[in-house]
């Protein structure tokens, strides 16, 4: 309500007084001819009606500055009913500044309130024409008078700083010229947490105690909305916070009432699920989730029965357009946050479902465990999965090559599957012997295996590596023979070469193999073709390596393909 309201009261004595000023008039001059009617005044009537006259007269300003004041109150009132009426922080900061300013008539008002830390900071600055003050050369305020009323909390008025011997020394008060100056304190609950600051820099003597009393009992009612709109904002940026993060996990999440309808679900959810929050949101569980069988069902139930989680719950959901899926589920029950029940129960709000989507892990596992079948595993923990990057080095290997004599005979008069499992076994022997000494299984070729060492790590020892896994081999095979029914016991040929060759990751981003290339593969598989069943044949280059070591007999020269001139070999008997 403005300022400006209409003193009632006080018009209407003004008008009395008029009106006995009137009367007298009229009978003083009507006098003569009322007495010549035989009509007399009682005694006193003309100095009663002075007398009145003159109490109205001094009554009027009295009763018209009450009704000033009144309305002044009753605005103050209805502005903090505004106030309070609104949770957006710079929406009370403007109307309590703009309220403030009109009722005191006041040049400028800065609004002030402490921070974490306890500093005051200037939150909002406001002119006589409702505009905001954003220049901060604008905001040039006392700030012992500030100080003051922070520390104390206590209201301070000034009608001229200038001359006011508690301010005048001050170089804020002289060098901006403040002269009228009112500042209260805002508390909540007996706490300062601002300061109210008004002035004008050209009129003194425009505030006074009335003016200190009004800005005061408006402060009140001012920091308990700014204090409201305050917690309003921080509940706000901690709910923003709060759904940026639940918007953000990667696992999707999802939570349901008492009868288990979705009440909300993140972005990671709907990825995972396959369906738009609308398609979730608002939806039975049994009805948003793909059937995962009569095992999820009783799961849920037994959450919900013994109010107690189950964590890393594994389904297989199947989907039309996606085939087979491994999902992994944390389910745990929504406990109600109030106070806890008589019998210690706080009561169940519903579920909270955390879906991580596995089909990718689990994927990437099988081919991890099949690489741990091909290298061994003290290397596997050695590689580094960040330096790893398509292209080779050249380095020096030892090359282990063998194959199974007799093998395509076997296979065109015996059915698939018991040759298969014939194979298997000979290369399962031949590929454990090569792990056991710690080569790396480069591939399986028909009823061949070839394993090489020195790579990725290096083994210094890597000649006598390879011939300890030949022998090793040697011998498991022949200990398989003791086991094996007389048709299946086959023949076989080992040979190991020593020499140069490319090793790295060949293929693409989405599909590599650990391998080598070179010359000295081929010659190590030409050696094992040509080599003698049952027998491990070595290399010139590899037994020059190791002859104090081995007990050989030497071969005539082997005439292989690739190869100008032969290649001297030797029959590996055993280590020395």
Known sequence: MPTGTPPVLGKQVGDLSKLAADVKKLLSSQ??????????????????LSQLRDTLDKLQPLITAQEAENARLRAL??????VNSSLDLTTVLNEVMDTIIRLTSAERGFLMLKN???????????????????????????????????????????????????FSAQESVVGYNLR????VPLKVKGVVTGVIYVDNRIRTG?????????????????????????????VNELKTLLDNVFASIASGVITTDVQDIIVLCNRAATGILGRSEEQLKGRPLTEALPAMGDTFTLML?????????????????????RGALNWSLNVAPLVNAGPMKKDGDQGSHGLTIVVDDLTEKKRLQGKFEVFKRMVPPAVVERLNPETLALGGIRRELSIV???????????????????????????????????????TVDKYIGDAVMAFFNAPDDQPDHPMMAIRAALRMRDDIYALHEVMELEFRLRFRIAVHLGEAVVGLVGTKDRLDYTIIGDTVNTAKRLQENGIPGKVILSEAVYARVKDHVIVNPLEAMKVK???????????????
Not at 414 to 433: D, F, H, M, Q, S
Request: aromatic share 6%; proline share 4%; hydrophobic share 40%.
């Open 562 to 576: 690739g190869k100008v001139q032969p290649v001297q070999v030797y029959e590996l008997v055993n280590l020395k």
């Open 31 to 48: 006098k003569e001819v009322l007495t010549k009617a035989g009509l007399n005044f009682p005694p006193g009537v003309m100095d009663g």
């Open 116 to 166: 974490d830390k306890g500093e005051l900071e200037f939150r909002i600055g406001r002119g006589a024409d409702r505009e905001s003050l954003d220049n901060k050369s604008e905001f040039h305020v006392s700030r012992t008078i500030v100080r003051t009323v922070a520390d104390s909390g206590e209201a301070v008025v000034t009608t001229n700083a200038q001359a006011d011997p508690r």
């Open 401 to 439: 090559f063998s194959d199974i004599q007799g093998f395509t005979e076997l296979s065109e008069r015996l059915p698939a599957e018991i040759v298969v499992k014939v194979l298997n076994r000979y290369v399962g022997t031949a590929a454990e012997a090569m792990l056991l000494h710690e080569g």
């Open 77 to 82: 009132a209805d502005t903090a009913a505004v």
């Open 180 to 183: 009228s100056i009112v500042a």
């Open 206 to 234: 425009l505030f006074g105690e009335r003016e200190r009393d009004l800005l005061s009992a408006f402060a009140n009612q001012a920091a308990i909305a700014i204090e409201n709109a305050r917690q309003f904002q921080q």
């Open 301 to 321: 139930n037994k959450v919900k029965g013994d109010q107690r989680p189950v964590v890393g719950h594994e389904v297989r959901p199947v989907f039309s357009d």
